[in-house]
């Protein structure tokens, strides 16, 4: 199936060299789902010729040239479809009050553990090749409700468990593209690296520890954990129903907020998506403000910095972005509590060894015709990537009974102990939101066997949403030539989505830290 993607998107683009008129008025790079639709509007862009022109990026950049390896398939019907597109916008550029909906002919990409009616779902397990669903996960299925044109799936770190490398069985390794022989995060670098490098519009992502914002620190992208019971989880291959969440990656807030606007909402096969039914707001985007950081209290967690040498490059950027918040309104509190390190957290509290054969097994056995069946079936073929998934797939299975281990019903006691601290910290401070670095030192290098210092876990296990936004870049290197991605996470309360984006699209416009990388320049100047 790689093979026959790899091969549609080259036939493709041998057939069809050149974009329309129209779209070569338009410039992909970097483009936003508003500048988009303006394109469509005005006339300047068809939804054929933006999808030709990713599809021609991928060609160009993801098995050639810098080889980034981020898609797993390309959608065989794709410019299909976005025939049928353009023909629905024409269509409604006649009809007075008629608008285009929130994605219409939005080229998302997602990661290969989100179900899809049309594309297999695979985690990027060998084990799970050629799996085929038999419906869309819920969030997949709002995506395309709206108007989304789901461009392909992407490479992750396989089944989303293990060391947050983005190398897989069936994918490979994914490569950084700000440094091409560091990783690009995990575990959903593939979407990370797809959209750095400008491959689609927008993506999505899981979250079980760090997922979306470890790739969104690494490759200068605006990502989203939510809170728990904001997005289902439905119809995504599952790792921990305490810890798993699902969200959208972009290359700025306000697309992340249209994401959220179309991905939320109540879904009766994730139950948990009942706690929030009357607190999801009519629209994110109305939260979007220049000022947000204005008189914004925020906890800096001095507990979640490094202070190594190794931590040197982090420190700088992550200063130069609190005089940066500090300059634009926002009164910072430095907050120290050594109960929340990360690294005890998920030595101590994290629950997913005990989980994912219970909710592994329960995926595998609703899917119609799966090639294995069991955690055991999975493990016996030998099918997966030993050496990062080997020590957690035995562990998980062990335990005959996972969720009645004495370990994990103190871990979940501990937990619930957690969320109450978390909140009450911010409380006696009085700040709206915690700040600190998503990642203590830079993502690691290609071959190393862990993504190391993440402090993600936090909001993960309290149930917390958390946004990671662009910061700067580490100093330039012969191998990184502008620097390597550097983010900055804001923590909030539950259900406080709104505010969150507020500060972020505040910080955002304060410091536009985003640059493309240099690996993948517009395709005119090759």
């Known amino acids: 199936m790689r093979q026959a993607a790899k091969a549609f998107v080259l036939g493709v683009g041998a057939m069809l060299v050149v974009a329309s008129a129209a779209g070569q008025q338009f410039q992909l790079m970097e483009a936003s789902i508003d500048e988009i639709h303006r394109g469509f509007e005005s006339g300047k862009l068809t939804c054929h010729s933006l999808v030709q022109q990713y599809l021609d990026r991928i060609k160009a950049y993801d098995q050639q040239g810098p080889s980034v390896n981020a898609m797993l398939y390309v959608n065989p019907k794709v410019l299909e479809q976005a025939d049928a597109m353009d023909k629905q916008i024409k269509d ?36 799970l090749k050629g799996m085929q669903p038999s419906k869309d996960a819920f969030a997949v299925a709002r995506l395309r409700e709206n108007g989304a044109l789901i461009l392909g799936k992407t490479n992750m770190h396989e089944l989303a ?42 993506g999505t992502g899981s979250d079980t520890v760090n997922s979306i914002r470890s790739p969104s620190s690494a490759n200068s992208l605006v990502g989203i954990r939510t809170t728990r019971g904001l997005i289902s989880r439905a119809g995504v291959i599952p790792v921990s129903f305490t810890q798993d969440a699902v969200g959208p990656l972009a290359r700025t807030v306000a697309d992340v907020a249209v994401m959220l606007e179309v991905m939320a909402g109540y879904d009766p096969e994730d139950p948990v998506t009942a706690l929030g039914i009357g607190k999801i707001p009519a629209t994110y985007t109305a939260s979007l403000d220049r000022n947000g950081l204005k008189g914004a209290r925020l906890g800096v967690l001095r507990t979640l910095f490094g202070a190594g040498p190794d931590h040197q490059e982090v420190n700088r950027v992550m200063a130069n972005a609190l005089e940066a918040l500090k300059a634009h309104g926002a009164i910072l509190v430095d907050i120290d509590d050594p ?131 662009p910061a700067g870049f580490s100093s330039p290197t012969a191998g990184a030539p502008i620097g390597v991605p550097v983010g900055i996470e804001f923590l909030g309360q539950p259900f406080s989505e709104p505010q969150l984006l507020r500060i972020a699209y505040g910080f955002e416009q304060a410091t536009h830290a985003r640059k493309p990388p240099q690996s993948t320049p517009p395709l005119h100047a090759r």
């Open 161 to 202: 468990v293990g060391a947050g490398l983005t190398v897989s069985s069936l994918g490979g390794q994914t490569k950084n593209p700000y440094e091409l022989s560091r990783t690009p995060g995990g575990s959903s670098g593939g979407t990370g690296a797809a959209l750095a490098a400008n491959f689609a519009t927008v």
């Open 92 to 127: 409604k550029q006649f009809k007075r009050g008629a608008k285009l909906k929130p994605l219409e002919c939005i080229p998302v990409v997602l990661k290969d553990n989100f179900d899809t009616v049309d594309m297999p779902t695979t985690g990027a397990s060998l084990a």
């Open 339 to 469: 109960a929340l390190d990360t690294g005890k957290l998920n030595t101590d509290l994290d629950v997913q060894k005990y989980e994912y054969k219970f909710d592994l097994n329960n995926y595998l056995q609703a899917q119609p015709d799966p090639p294995v069946h069991s955690l055991a079936d999975l493990i016996a073929s030998g099918k997966y990537h030993k050496p990062s998934l080997e020590k957690f797939l035995a562990s998980a299975e062990s335990y005959e009974d996972g969720l009645n281990e004495p370990g994990y019903k103190d871990r979940r006691v501990k937990i619930d102990d957690l969320r109450v601290r978390l909140a009450n910290l911010m409380a006696k401070n009085d700040v709206v939101a915690l700040v600190y670095p998503h990642q203590k030192r830079l993502p690691v290098m290609i071959g190393e066997p862990i993504q190391v210092e993440r402090n993600g876990i936090l909001a993960a296990l309290a149930g917390f949403h958390a946004i990671t936004v």
